[in-house]
T-cell receptor
Framework: EPEVTQTPSHQVTQMGQEVILRCVPISNHLYFYWYRQILGQKVEFLVSFYNNEISEKSEIFDDQFSVERPDGSNFTLKIRSTKLEDSAMYFC??????????FGPGTRLTVL | AQKVTQAQTEISVVEKEDVTLDCVYETRDTTYYLFWYKQPPSGELVFLIRRNSFDEQNEISGRYSWNFQKSTSSFNFTITASQVVDSAVYFCALSEGRNAGNMLTFGGGTRLMVKP
């Protein structure tokens, strides 16, 4: 069964550094998403992406964040200058033809 | 604005007990989708069920069942004969609009602990 994959599973970085989180959505899906979950809290929407552009974004998704689909398979989330409060689990999701969002296993980002 | 409330932050049961996880939602849209996801200790989000606002039929899948009531804006989830492997955080989520692929708004989650 096809799955959404994410790399790395855990990323540790210093405050102020740039990080890129990578996702490979399920191949025939067209909508892609990033969510984040601060430890012990709810899952929060960051951004949705369709047809090579952002379709919706939340207040969390400020100028420090960007998304890209550089090669037709990968879907990346970049944080330009990480802050301590960016420490969270980041989930990628993609949408099937039945309109269900399937999530990847997540990347745990730790900012020191 | 859409909102999902899971009032039970933590539930503890003994194996084989039945347990119901509550979910109450708020939306101004007449068309919307409701979901349940399971987050086991390993951290991934596992899709369990999707329901659209026009389908109030209850659904049963093995030991899992879901009760959707528009009159009370609730979408509750029952596990019968719970097992230790059911221990996880369960999230209820809502997406507004005709496209279930719209952004999901999650509830705060209910941590279920099933003890042997």
């Amino acid at each position: 069964e096809p799955e959404v994959t994410q790399t790395p599973s855990h990323q540790v970085t210093q405050m102020g550094q740039e990080v890129i989180l990578r996702c490979v959505p399920i191949s025939n899906h067209l909508y892609f998403y990033w969510y984040r979950q601060i430890l012990g809290q709810k899952v929060e929407f960051l951004v949705s992406f369709y047809n090579n552009e952002i379709s919706e974004k939340s207040e969390i998704f400020d100028d420090q964040f960007s998304v890209e689909r550089p090669d037709g398979s990968n879907f990346t989330l970049k944080i330009r200058s990480t802050k301590l409060e960016d420490s969270a689990m980041y989930f990628c999701a993609s949408v099937s033809s039945t309109d269900t969002q399937y999530f990847g296993p997540g990347t745990r980002l730790t900012v020191l | 604005a859409q909102k999902v409330t899971q009032a039970q932050t933590e539930i503890s049961v003994v194996e084989k007990e039945d347990v119901t996880l509550d979910c109450v939602y708020e939306t101004r849209d007449t068309t919307y989708y409701l979901f349940w996801y399971k987050q086991p200790p390993s951290g991934e989000l596992v899709f369990l069920i999707r329901r659209n606002s026009f389908d109030e039929q209850n659904e049963i899948s093995g030991r899992y069942s879901w009760n959707f009531q528009k009159s009370t804006s609730s979408f509750n989830f029952t596990i019968t004969a719970s097992q230790v492997v059911d221990s996880a955080v369960y999230f209820c989520a809502l997406s507004e609009g005709r496209n279930a692929g719209n952004m999901l708004t999650f509830g705060g989650g209910t941590r279920l602990m099933v003890k042997p």
